[in-house]
């Protein structure tokens, strides 16, 4: 007997240690994430976020490309070429026919002087531009961790839903018991019996689309920060009975605290000004334009030669005749001793330099450039009116925020008051159940009702809280618990 109790204990006692590893090593393989870590997460891995950092990138690009259009242009170029047959020599212009090589190089540099202030111009707008794609990645940052705030707490709720259910279906189980115990002994009827057996059926199902719900909050979650699906995980859930402080400001208030840090607004702002540069830069097309210009290069013909030497043979030959005498004018003969021309002495010999200034001003171009200056100006009057409408949008948001966090927080009361009293009627009931002196039709429909209220009460607590939340959004706080 004591060697079995012996052995009991030991065969407890590994149960308890296998029961404790799985334990821990299960808790380990079920990876816990926090709100922040989700919108860590999202911010991370968002592909949208990606594409806005790429055309930030682009702009800071342009930026810079824009600036360096201040400096002197260098440009460096050569040819070579290969005539044959009749062709002009294109160093010394004459008509040969036989083969020529040549080639030719020029170094070019040129610097603006003036173009309607346009480099100016195209400075600032490439500046706003960047706030603008700046602004749109904060955008986009902002309205995905508002998502995923949503998506989390959606998350609790129907987590909170599905325990409620499994607790209602437990009591439910245990009525049908209760009157399957008694329909067996005559105490109760039939009718009684399917009643409990409805009530059960009614919160097997209500536990099975709590458990779906709870599936497709963690898929829309797990998608947002662009997890695998497969790849299980937790939400931490943090303490939300107590809801805090409720904000009490006002709409106005906020409106006046938040407006110029939303980037909605400050992407509307920043587009603006963009557009208005574009005015700017448009309209320096009316203007003349002056650029200095700079050029040296030479060049080679394989065709060019050079005497390096030249004999008397003593001969002469003659030339022509003196007028009215006939006397024969003669010349002495050498013979000349001729070579090509070197490529270096070429280089040197043809070395060119030239310095000059162009003067560009605009008559007649088909009035294109009035009409760019006139579409500029459509545009930025289009950015101005959008511009409004986005303050105006965010006006309208911000009192529906307040309005809804106080309907939020007005149902949230109500729904805890009929919570309790239902509560409070249902645990009456059900001793007066106890006891035969309410039938079950009753008990049943009590017992739904509180499951009703409780549902009620769960979804309203979360919505007060996510109210609450965005009034903390648009203030700029921490999205936090």
Request: net charge neutral.
């Amino acid at each position: 007997m004591i060697f079995k109790n012996t052995l009991s204990a030991q065969v407890k006692g590994q149960a308890i240690a296998l029961l404790l590893i799985f334990t821990v090593f299960g808790t380990k393989a079920q990876e816990r994430i926090t709100l922040q870590q989700a919108v860590e997460l999202t911010l991370q891995n968002n592909l949208q976020i990606k594409q806005s950092k790429l055309s930030e990138a682009l702009s800071q690009e342009s930026l810079k490309e824009s600036k360096l259009f201040f400096y002197p242009t260098l440009n460096a170029g050569a040819n070579l070429n290969f005539n044959f047959g009749q062709n002009v020599d294109p160093l010394t212009y004459e008509y040969v026919n036989q083969q020529t090589t040549s080639s030719n190089g020029s170094i070019t540099a040129g610097l603006p002087i003036f173009q309607g202030f346009r480099l100016w111009h195209q400075v600032s707008q490439y500046k706003y531009q960047l706030e603008a794609d700046k602004s749109n990645t904060k955008k986009i940052q902002n309205d995905l961790a508002l998502t995923v705030v949503t998506t989390y707490l959606q998350v609790l709720s129907n987590q909170d839903l599905l325990t409620a259910a499994e607790q209602q279906l437990e009591l439910a189980r245990l009525q049908l018991d209760r009157e399957q115990k008694q329909f067996d002994v005559g105490s109760k009827t039939l009718a009684d019996l399917s009643q409990a057996k409805a009530q059960a059926a009614t919160a097997e199902l209500n536990v099975t689309n709590a458990k779906n719900q709870v599936d497709i909050s963690y898929l829309n979650l797990a998608q947002l920060m662009e997890r695998d699906p497969g790849n299980r995980f937790e939400v931490v859930k943090p303490v939300v009975n107590q809801l805090g402080d409720i904000n009490n400001e006002k709409a106005a208030e906020i409106y006046g605290k938040a407006v110029e840090n939303y980037p909605d607004i400050s992407l509307a702002k920043y587009r603006t000004l963009t557009a208005q540069k574009a005015v700017d830069v448009a309209r320096s097309a009316l203007y003349p334009r002056l650029t200095f210009q700079g050029n040296i290069g030479s060049g080679y013909s394989s065709n060019r030669t050079r005497v390096v030497n030249r004999t008397a043979t003593g001969s002469f030959s003659p030339i022509g005749v003196v007028e009215g005498t006939d006397q024969r004018v003669v010349t002495p003969d050498y013979i000349s001793v001729i070579e090509k021309t070197k490529f270096g002495d070429q280089i040197d010999e043809n070395l060119y330099q030239s310095l000059g200034f162009t003067l560009s001003i605009p008559i007649f171009n088909g009035l294109s450039s009035r009409i760019g200056l006139r579409r500029a100006k459509i545009t930025y009057q289009n950015a101005v009116v959008t511009e409004q409408l986005a303050r105006n949008s965010f006006n309208k948001i911000i009192y529906q925020a307040v309005t809804d966090l106080r309907a939020a927080e007005s149902n949230y009361n109500s729904a805890n008051s009929a919570y309790e009293s239902s509560k409070d009627a249902f645990n009456a009931i059900q001793q007066r159940y106890s006891v035969g002196l309410v039938n079950s039709l009753d008990f049943n429909q009590a017992q739904t009702d509180l499951n009703q209220k409780e549902f009620s009460l769960i979804q309203a607590r979360y919505n007060l809280i996510f109210r609450n939340k965005i009034i903390d959004f648009y203030l700029g706080n921490p999205l936090t618990f």
